[in-house]
């Protein structure tokens, strides 16, 4: 995307965090192609170099920080090497997707209030790992899926936006994934967008979209 279709000095730079499939990277790609987001995506970082998503990033033309998690005796260690990566490209948001490491304090903090993760329930219900299948198995009649700041813990961060998935009597767990995976694409451009945008004004937990 160039500059002048942006309308502004500089594009809005973000780099995506994956380890999995990376479909949630894959809408991020197609948004941008489509002129759709406001947001140049810079780098992917993934700790698993056999994953699908690096091939999409590649097939993209996106760079890739691609590491192993044994190569490494500190996880302290490989944040600093992708710090440095950042930093050389002028990220300016962080955007988890699928990204299956706990972060440190030396990405948490230098990205406080700039980083964003994305996850399949409605939190505070079902963090962790698994949350599609937690909520299936609790019976719930509504899920859906919540993308929030990212702190210090695990899927604890001061929620951004939520949108909701009802779970029908004829649904199974194939549909549902379908179901939320389909709310994934809706919402994580979007919020992408309200960043790029200047939208999101973070007080606490507390977070307006203006
Ligand atoms: C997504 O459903 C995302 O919400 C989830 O991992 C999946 C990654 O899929 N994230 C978490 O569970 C984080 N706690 P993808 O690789 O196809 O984008």
Redesign the pocket.
């Known amino acids: 995307m160039t500059e002048q279709s942006l309308g502004s000095a500089r594009p809005f730079r973000i780099a995506v965090f ?8 894959q809408t991020l790609i197609d948004s941008s192609r489509e002129g759709t987001l406001g947001a140049e995506i810079v780098l992917l970082v993934c700790n698993k170099p056999e994953a699908p ?1 690096v091939e999409r990033a590649r097939r993209a033309g996106v760079d890739c920080f691609v590491f192993e998690r044994k190569s490494y005796s500190r996880r302290e260690d490989y944040e600093a090497e992708i710090a440095e990566e950042l930093a050389r490209r002028g990220v300016d948001l962080i955007v988890l ?2 990204y ?1 490491l706990l972060l440190t304090p030396v990405l948490v903090e230098a990205y406080q209030g700039r980083m964003i ?4 329930s409605l939190l505070p219900s079902f963090p ?2 698994d ?1 599609i299948g937690q909520a299936w198995e609790y019976g719930v009649k509504l899920t859906g ?1 919540t993308v929030h700041l990212v702190d210090g813990g695990m ?1 604890t961060g001061p929620v951004i936006a939520q949108k909701a998935v009802e779970i029908d009597p004829e649904d199974t767990i194939e549909t549902l994934e379908e179901k ?2 389909s709310a ?1 694409r809706d919402l994580y451009p979007q919020v992408v967008n309200w960043f790029a945008d200047g939208k999101v004004r973070i007080e606490g937990r507390s977070i307006t979209i203006s």
């Not at 994956?18 to 990277?25: P, T, Y």
């Open positions: 994956a380890s999995g499939q990376g479909s949630n990277f998503v997707a699928g299956m993760n994305i996850h399949p962790g790992k949350a899926v899927d939320i995976h994934e």
